[in-house]
């Protein structure tokens, strides 16, 4: 029977939520249970791409990233896959019809991390940025909505600036992990080996501007969608605090974490502003 088959798909796309990201698995359960799904299938989507290119060390990446984008295509085209994780993206795509740029943006920046390590330009990073990061906040969007095209138009652009805030805040955090392991370098004009506080002060600056776009959009969002990614915000910017706290050569040479004592605290009082429609 087919609907059993996309029970275990959807079972296998929460399950990489929660085994990836036990932030964002919070941070979605705090979603009406009516979109909660969904947002599982497109992480799920998402995680494997980045996976493949990140992680999978000893492997031919690129043959592997090229069977999961044809897998990709056939899914969208056929409305079923073998594979779990796409079988249930294909589902959100088609339910809420998600834009097929959106996907391919995605895909384009992450087989970008197949072969380019450094962003020299401005251009450049705002391109990878735009596809890894900002066309996830609006394939998001996009369920948030539920289509609703005039939502949608209205809440993009604040959709995309907190997708940039998430990515970049990401990307100084694992400042260690992709220079030494991956020897990726995503800002532009730094020089990770002397990175210094003005540098470090200015990529910050660049992340806050963004995160204040995305503020205004979070508080315009559906109430089924706002708590959710409320929570997520506020984990974020938790972590920005203390990368903004921490000395550049720190940030350099270890990976910042928020506790989780700190994330149930947030948690909490967000639950407290939401109640009190504060957001």
Do not use: W
């Not at 995605?106 to 990061?133: H, N, Q, V």
């Amino acid at each position: 029977m087919k609907e059993i088959f996309d029970l275990v798909s959807m079972k296998c796309s929460r399950t990489v939520t929660k085994f990836y990201s036990t932030s964002f698995s919070t941070a979605t359960q705090m979603l009406a249970p009516g979109i909660r799904q969904d947002i599982h299938n497109i992480y799920g989507f998402v995680r494997f791409a980045d996976e493949i290119v990140d992680s999978f060390h000893g492997y031919e990446k690129e043959i592997l990233f090229d069977r999961f984008e044809k897998d990709l295509e056939y899914a969208l085209i056929d409305k079923i896959s073998l594979n779990p994780i796409l079988n249930s993206f294909q589902h959100t795509y088609h339910k809420y019809g998600i834009e097929q740029h959106l996907v391919d943006s995605f895909m384009k920046s992450m087989r970008l991390d197949l072969t380019k390590s450094k962003y020299l330009t401005k251009d450049e990073y705002k391109e990878y940025i735009y596809g890894s990061a900002d066309v996830v906040g609006l394939m998001c969007l996009t369920v948030f909505v539920k289509g609703d095209r005039k939502k949608y138009d209205e809440l993009k652009e604040c959709a995309m600036s907190l997708g940039s805030a998430f990515q970049k805040v990401n990307f100084l955090r694992d400042l260690k992990a992709d220079y030494e392991e991956l020897s990726r370098t995503y800002f532009p004009n730094t020089n990770l080996d002397k990175l210094d506080e003005l540098s470090k002060q200015q990529i910050i600056a660049d992340i806050e501007a963004d995160f204040a776009k995305g503020l205004e959009g979070i508080c315009k969002l559906p109430v089924e969608a706002k708590f959710g990614v409320y929570t997520a915000y506020r984990y974020y910017r938790k972590l920005l605090s203390k990368l903004k706290s921490t000395p550049s050569l720190e940030i350099k040479n270890t990976r910042i974490r928020v506790p989780n004592y700190v994330k149930a605290s947030l948690l909490a009082r967000s639950y407290v502003k939401y109640r009190l429609n504060l957001i």
